[in-house]
């Protein structure tokens, strides 16, 4: 088992990640080392575990046996699988089960699954009682490489996504990466998305790597030692960048690299036509002309990056019923928009990017319109 560190001021924290692939069952892997983890954080003896069914089916048992092995006294949450789920009438029916539980200030919300249940358990962990302690144990690539790290927590708000959250950093994350072998092929590329983003904005050998791998569009395909070092990198990569900006005021925001315009595409289509990471790989694709039509970036790399998401099975191209104009409307209003300027993440060269607001609405449309 590898460990990385989230060095914080405050609640440090480990991110355990366990051997891919090998001899290694799940069983034997490290789900079942998630009570002597968390016994080693004193904390204390309840234990409130958080899933939806279908992931609960699968690893339930060999958590909560671990746990209470381990001497905790476990309880279970389950909420349907879904972004529509999602929402304030779900945190209140866990504060219910919390409620009738008498889970107290010592005790251990653990969220099993994937981002929605992983920001889900971790608001509800930030409010009951004010702050009870959280612990997070990812089943899907994405919540592996991105959300289950870095403390961003929360429920969407009918208007919009993520509008209700907090900061609230876990004790620990606990990565067995054999548990992929459930996920669907099109969540494990979604997450590949985010991985390339690592490379684009951090890591420029883990970028060469993924460039090295003759095909990434499936795990099957993926060596272990590989699928170990995509995940380590990049977990490496977040912990780095939330360690120096924990609260996003600055350095963070380049995590948001393909986000920009992807959460533009995400909303035109209503959050029903792709997963979040396809919306970021088009969005990446998009960054990337902009910052080589500002001659910030060279084109050859851009292609590279374009070559590489291909290769991942992603989509690069934006749907056709979305406009550009659409876009660039929508835009205006993303989240991230500071003192009603429009950050964009660009690239300049792989491993780097820069913050800036200088990207005028006739670069997106002539980059994009490919004039
Ligand atoms: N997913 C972006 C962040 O954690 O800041």
Not at 272 to 282: C, D, F, T
Not at 341 to 354: A, E, H, S, W, Y
Request: hydrophobic share 40%; with cysteine; proline share 4%.
């Amino acid at each position: 088992m590898s460990r990385i560190t989230v060095n914080l001021p405050q609640n440090s924290y480990d991110i355990a990640i366990g051997e891919a692939g090998g001899q290694s069952s799940i069983a034997s892997g490290n789900l079942s080392q998630l009570g002597l983890e968390m016994q080693q954080l004193n904390l204390g003896k309840k234990v409130l575990v958080i899933s939806n069914p279908e992931i609960f089916n699968y690893y339930g048992d060999i958590c909560v046996k671990s746990l209470e092995q381990a001497g905790f006294e476990v309880f279970t949450h389950l909420i349907p699988a879904g972004e529509t789920y999602k929402h304030l009438g779900s945190i209140q029916q866990v504060y219910d089960t919390a409620l009738n539980h008498h889970l107290e200030r010592s005790s251990t919300f653990v969220a099993l699954g994937g981002g929605v249940i992983g920001d889900m358990t971790g608001f509800a962990a930030a409010t009951w009682l004010r702050g009870v302690n959280f612990v997070q144990v990812p089943t899907s690539l994405l919540a592996m490489v991105d959300a289950s790290v870095g403390g961003k927590t929360g429920v969407n708000h009918p208007k919009g996504k993520n509008l209700i959250g907090a900061f609230y950093q876990p004790k620990l994350v606990l990565i067995n990466p054999n548990v992929l072998k459930t996920l669907p092929v099109r969540e494990f590329r979604a997450g590949m998305a985010e991985v390339i983003k690592y490379g684009i904005i951090w890591d420029k050998d883990l970028f060469e790597q993924l460039i090295a791998a003759e095909d990434l569009s499936c795990l099957e395909i993926i060596a272990p030692q590989l699928l170990e070092t995509i995940i380590t990198r990049s977990c490496q990569a977040k912990a780095e960048v939330v360690s120096k900006d924990e609260k996003e005021s600055g350095l963070r925001a380049i995590l948001n690299y393909g986000h920009t315009i992807g959460h533009a595409i995400e909303s035109l289509t209503n959050y029903e036509q792709l997963v979040h990471g396809e919306a970021v790989a088009i969005g990446m694709v998009a960054a990337g002309k902009i910052a080589v039509k500002m001659g910030l970036w060279k084109a050859d790399e851009g292609k590279l990056q374009d070559d590489l998401i291909t290769k991942t099975g992603l989509p690069t191209a934006i749907p056709p019923q979305v406009t550009i104009e659409d876009i660039l409307e929508t835009v205006k209003s993303d989240k991230k928009v500071k003192a009603g300027k429009v950050r964009f993440i660009l690239p300049t060269q792989i491993g780097n990017v820069i913050i800036t607001d200088q990207v005028t609405p006739e670069i997106i449309s002539q980059a994009l319109k490919g004039n």
